[in-house]
């Protein structure tokens, strides 16, 4: 089975900066792509970023609430990706989930435990 573990949720102030990590068990070329999501209270579960992988090259996107305040980042050496938050907002508070793409015959993704992520105003 597939594992992936958060790191790095905790509470953080408006405008302050938080680094999340997601390690992962296998090493990150045996995946598709990569992702990180989101869940506040009674809100749907939502992407935040996504890297799609396309040979040894990883393409970046953003959810419009996030582009140019989060980072997303691989350590292909250390199996881990990386969200790095700056000037965080009140509404970025959820919990927070990594995701692991795999496309063989079929379409399987596997998540990780989540990690709580609290700005204060």
């Known amino acids: 089975q597939v594992q992936l573990v958060e790191s790095g949720g905790g509470l953080v102030q408006t405008g302050g900066s938080l680094s999340l990590s997601c390690k992962v068990s296998?090493?990150?070329?045996?995946?598709?792509?990569m992702g990180w999501y989101r869940q506040a209270p009674g809100k749907r579960r939502e992407e935040v970023a996504r890297?799609?992988?396309?040979?040894?090259?990883?393409?970046?996107s953003y959810a419009p609430s996030v582009e140019g305040r989060f980072t997303i980042s691989t350590n292909i050496t250390e199996n881990t990706v990386q969200l790095r938050m700056d000037s965080m907002k009140p509404e970025d508070t959820a919990v927070y989930y990594c995701a692991a793409e795999m496309v063989e015959l079929y379409t399987e993704t596997y998540w990780g435990q989540g990690t709580q992520v609290t700005v204060s105003s």
């Open positions: 296998r090493n990150i070329y045996s995946f598709t792509a």
């Open positions: 890297m799609i992988r396309g040979g040894r090259a990883f393409y970046q």
